[in-house]
């Protein structure tokens, strides 16, 4: 080669760098314009999920927040569902835990070992407790108030 053409091939040599790297550089930004556009979509969706959870009927949202459990008799049974995220017992026994639900077994001794909450007391007909008691092992300690009347009183079903 002569030496006229020696530049010329440094500059056609210069010019393939540089278009592959021009390349490169293009399939980096198709890349990244990518996972932006997918990363868009997916805040898009999940926009999507919260609009449409945040569509509340008032009047209902109301209503749960002023009675956020829900009372149902199961046979001779009542069960005092309460959801898991209020994070509160409201009285009874312990029952179970049921996905996002705390299921409660309430009844009149219950009530009578661990009062429920006045609200519920009304609600359920229990009114205020004859006497107070707790457990201490397998004995139950009358703390207030006498059993013996209370056995003539209301006579436990056998």
């Not at 309460?82 to 009844?107: C, K, M, Q």
Request: charged share 25%; aromatic share 8%.
């Amino acid at each position: 080669m002569s030496r006229g053409h020696a530049p010329l091939v440094d500059v056609l040599a210069q010019v393939a760098t540089s278009h592959h790297q021009a390349v490169a550089d293009l399939d980096r930004l198709q890349a990244a314009a990518a996972a932006a556009r997918e990363g868009l979509a997916e805040s898009l969706r999940q926009i999507a999920r919260t609009t449409a959870l945040t569509g509340f009927d008032q009047e209902q949202l109301q209503a749960f927040l002023e009675r956020p459990y829900a009372v149902v008799r199961h046979g001779e049974r009542l069960l005092l569902y309460v959801p898991r995220f209020l994070n509160i017992h409201i009285g009874g026994w312990l029952v179970r835990h049921d996905g996002a639900y705390t299921i409660y077994e309430v009844s009149r001794m219950a009530h009578l070992i661990s009062p429920l909450p006045d609200f519920l007391a009304r609600e359920l007909g229990y009114g205020e407790p004859l006497f107070a008691a707790h457990f201490e092992g397998d004995a139950l300690v009358v703390e207030r108030g006498d059993s013996a009347e209370l056995a003539r009183r209301r006579p436990l079903p056998r």
